[in-house]
C-alpha cells in the first residue's frame, strides 16, 4: 500500500500535467493513479466546505476521470486554485 507520494516524477497536480494523460507505461499508470487520488480528495474537501459547482465541474471535458473538472486543458494556467 501506499502511504505518502512524492510528485516529483509525475509532476504537481495543479500544473495539469499532460504526461499524466499521454503515456501508457507502468509510470504513466502510477502517475495517472496519484493524480487520480489528488483530484477526488480535493474535490472532497471542496464539496465539505460547499466551495464546488458540481455541475460546471461536470461540464469540463479535459480527462475529467483524472482532473475532476478541475483542469481546463494543460498547463498551470488552466488549474482552478483552491478558495480560501
Not at 507505461?25 to 466546505?49: A, N, P, Q, V
Not at 461540464?59 to 480560501?84: A, S
Amino acid at each position: 500500500n501506499v502511504k505518502s507520494a512524492h510528485f516529483t516524477l509525475c509532476q504537481k497536480p495543479w500544473i495539469c500535467p499532460e504526461s499524466v494523460v499521454g503515456k501508457y507505461s507502468d509510470i504513466g499508470t502510477l502517475c495517472r493513479e496519484f493524480h487520480r487520488k489528488w483530484f477526488s480528495i480535493r474535490k472532497d474537501w471542496d464539496e465539505s466546505r460547499q466551495q464546488i459547482d458540481s455541475q460546471a465541474m461536470k461540464n469540463i471535458n479535459f480527462y475529467n476521470d483524472i482532473f475532476q473538472g478541475y483542469c481546463t486543458h494543460r498547463g498551470e494556467k488552466n488549474y482552478k486554485p483552491v478558495v480560501i
